[in-house]
């Protein structure tokens, strides 16, 4: 007899992305809750080996770890709460991904079904969501999407100066401007932000229509400046969708982002009459950290730690230091999980309709990020070691030694960069020399603008965020324990962590410091690269 999950009272979610960096804690998380979960994602398999990972299939019944399974195929194969069914399908196909969308629904939850919540990971375009939408037909209690501080980049400036000027950026402040060659400017100017917000007007306006609460996002009308999708390379797939998808996408960091490199098509005039509303509640994240982060930024940090006797100080701008201009906010992976379990239960069902930021309660500078990873990486050396081994972990300085502002320009004497380099060299005893093309890479923030205020949802979802502190804690240590050994976990990623850290400097082919890099990053449990050092060709 085919499975009727209306028979019975069990909890469905489905999940649109869920095998990266947030959506392995969301899944994890619903699973935990008693959910049954469905993903329709491209198909990366990511973090081989790691017990905590959602991996889709290589055969049937995959097992993952920890009793948890995925599967391709029939999402209503009867299966229990442990396992999650997994269909293939490129979402930059709209067409073929709003038939899998139905498909997942309709044999999942039969004829008359709703989902309990749908979480939205991999919508990053108005054209992505549409398709969501077109396939989901309103069968669903909830649909959480998963927006980006990035938004407040195409809004009225007077956001921006509110977040200068110390309380954080708030929900209210995401406003277009009146103006339309203002709002096209912005929107061309980070294309990625519009395209989030665009996404949450977009539900804020279907909804108007009748269902769920009245809206709190009151923004001006934009134009769609391009719909492409962000996703590449799937299983599910309709020919008929290629002229869909004309514009290339570029190599994102992040599984939140991803930006169109050429060409604007403004889907604007794309009729959305048929999209059936459905409840809707949107979180907005700043720059998230957590285990299994894809964008390998705060672990290039602690590498970067690690490795300061061989790279020289870590440098931030005046702008991004202690007392400095701009504060920063971070979100915690796990944090975010559970606020979606949390709206999953129906406990948010009364702030449906809105927007809310989702972040740590604290605003920190760049340099007071560094420093938190650079104590967590000699702590977590610390708990590590053998009685009577050697403490100091490598690099060998204390925290506040390994960060130093850049000297702000037209300060003293002009210098040249590589005198610069020589310089930070000599103050930790590194060998550097002038083997590096970029001597001060950043790797936060994501955004222009500041921090964000998130005591919206603490105070009206109920959201508890993790002390930032804790968060960088876990985070390192859990990067520190995926080098531990140097085994075949996560092998794939530190060999790609690395690359990024080298390829951020630049370093020349065979120099003196690339050299030492690599005997660190091996002594740190990074594999050796299968291609050259240096400037790998893209």
Known sequence: ?????????????????????????????????????????????????????????????????????????????????????????????????????????????????????????????????????????????????????????????????????????????????????????????????????????????????????????????????????SDDAATWSDESDESDDDDSDSDSENENESDDDDGYDDDGHDDDDDLVPVPWLAIRLPDVIGPRDGTYRLWRYQMWVQCVDVLGPVTVSPELATGGSRRLSFAYAPDVAGLVAKVARGECDARLGQSYNVACGEHVSLQEMVEHVAECVRETWEEKSAPGEEKSAPGGHGARSVVKVREPPGRGRKRDRDDSIEEEAARVGSSVGTSRRISSPEFYPSVDGGAIDPSRAIGELGFAPTPLRDAVRETVRWCAGMCAGGGDVGRRERAEAARRLRRSFGLKLFSDEAKALRVRLRRLGFPEPKDRWGDDAE
């Not at 999650?84 to 044999?107: N, Y």
């Not at 400017?185 to 909804?207: N, P, Q, S, T, V």
């Open 1 to 229: 007899m085919k499975f009727d999950a209306s028979m019975t009272d069990d909890r469905h979610a489905l999940v649109l992305g869920g095998n990266g960096f947030i959506g392995s804690h969301v899944v994890r998380a619903l699973i935990r809750d008693g959910h049954a979960v469905t993903a329709v994602n491209r198909g990366r398999r990511e973090w081989l080996g790691d017990p905590d990972a959602v991996l889709p299939p290589v055969y049937d019944f995959d097992s993952v770890g920890d009793g948890v399974k995925a599967f391709r195929g029939d999402a209503g194969y009867p299966r229990s709460k442990n396992e999650v069914a997994h269909i293939v399908c490129d979402r930059k196909q709209t067409r073929a991904f709003a038939d899998a969308v139905d498909v997942a629904t309709g044999t999942t939850l039969g004829a008359n079904g709703r989902w309990d919540v749908v979480v939205d990971l991999s919508g990053f375009t108005p054209r992505d969501l549409r398709a969501a939408l077109r396939g989901l037909k309103g069968r669903t209690r909830r649909y959480v999407f998963v927006s980006s501080d990035s938004v407040y980049e195409v809004c009225d400036e007077r956001a921006r100066l509110n977040t200068l000027n110390g309380g954080g950026t708030r929900e209210e402040h995401a406003r277009r401007p009146s103006d339309a060659a203002a709002a096209e400017a912005l929107a061309r100017g980070d294309r990625y932000g519009h395209h989030k917000l665009r996404c949450e007007e977009i539900l804020a306006k279907i909804a108007s229509r009748g269902v769920g609460r009245a809206t709190t996002v009151n923004r001006e009308e934009a134009p769609d400046l391009s719909s492409s999708s």
